[in-house]
Nanobody, 123 residues
Framework: VQLQASGGGLVQAGGSLSVSCAAS????????MGWFRQAPGKDREFVAA????????YYADSVRGRFTISRDNAKNTVYLQMNSLKPEDTAVYYC?????????????????WGQGTLVTVSS
């Protein structure tokens, strides 16, 4: 599966932004999907994940209550709605796909990665 992330940009602190990730190929619904991010000079970190059906979602503590992950299997797309953005949310955001059903917070469980989209939050 090939993943194409889009929707990044520049937003002021406290604002909102939505990023999306479109998957090519069939069988999108057989993959759990995750969002990770990497800030300059830092390691890549888990942001959010969603299971195959969208029935279970997982969030990093740092974004819980502010970010919402969702998916539309008919459109082969996963979304990340980001509200109440903070300067520390500035990073390149990557979507990823996995056949795994557990360990969705771990980047090593993911087989396919998108190219990343830059989100910049100004103070």
């Amino acid at each position: 599966v090939q993943l194409q992330a889009s929707g990044g940009g520049l937003v002021q602190a406290g604002g909102s932004l939505s990023v999306s990730c479109a998957a090519s190929g069939r069988a999108f619904s057989t993959y759990a999907m995750g969002w990770f991010r990497q800030a300059p000079g830092k390691d890549r970190e888990f942001v959010a994940a969603i299971d195959r059906s969208g029935g279970a979602v997982y969030y990093a503590d740092s974004v819980r209550g502010r970010f919402t992950i969702s998916r539309d299997n008919a459109k082969n797309t996963v979304y990340l709605q980001m509200n109440s953005l903070k300067p520390e949310d500035t990073a390149v955001y990557y979507c990823a796909a996995t056949k795994a059903t557990y360990g969705l917070r771990l980047d090593r469980e993911y087989d396919y990665w998108g190219q990343g989209t830059l989100v910049t939050v100004s103070s």
